[in-house]
């Protein structure tokens, strides 16, 4: 197709032109019903992961004259499409590896904190490892989460200790 126009829909303002993007380049993800041939659906869902790295939903149906409406959506909005559609393999390679299993926290250990997302480079992953394989206790590996709270700890007690 090639270009393809995206928009917010709002109530009041109706239809309003939010951007573009190259379906030919673009990563396309199906939803669930349409990989399954077996599943009879008039109602179709892709989300699309663009050259740039933005995200795109696209909802369209089988019904004659409708349209395809294409918007962007969050980081979030889209991990969390991609895990009901199944699609585990795309979340583990752009946003974190899965748990072996998730839901309600059946005890353990409680939440420090809200969770918080950041990108790092190579070379700082790295140094953490490093510092996780030094400063673990015994054959037991600290967690990644564990050291990145001792080292962002250490270096503002570091910093408050300089102001």
């Known amino acids: 197709m090639g270009r393809i126009n995206v928009y917010r829909y709002d109530e009041i303002e109706g239809r ?4 573009h993007f190259d379906d030919t380049s673009a990563e396309k993800f199906l939803n669930a019903a349409d990989n399954d041939m077996w599943e009879d659906t008039r109602l179709h869902e892709e989300l699309y992961r663009t050259k740039g790295g933005r995200w795109v939903r696209c909802d369209w149906d089988q019904w004659q004259g409708s349209v395809a409406k294409y ?10 499409w991609l895990l009901t559609e199944k699609h585990h393999d795309v979340v583990e390679k752009y946003f974190d590896e899965l748990e072996e299993e998730a839901g309600p926290a059946v005890g353990g250990r409680p939440a420090i904190g809200p969770k918080r997302k950041v990108n790092l480079s190579e070379q700082t992953l790295a140094r953490v490892a490093a510092y996780r394989e030094q400063n673990s206790k015994g054959d037991k590996l600290m967690t990644e989460a ?12 570091l910093w408050e200790k300089s102001a």
């Open 16 to 19: 309003q032109y939010a951007g």
């Open 71 to 80: 918007w962007f959506v969050t980081p979030d909005e889209a991990r969390q």
């Open 146 to 157: 564990e050291a990145l709270r001792l080292l962002i700890e250490a270096g503002l007690d």
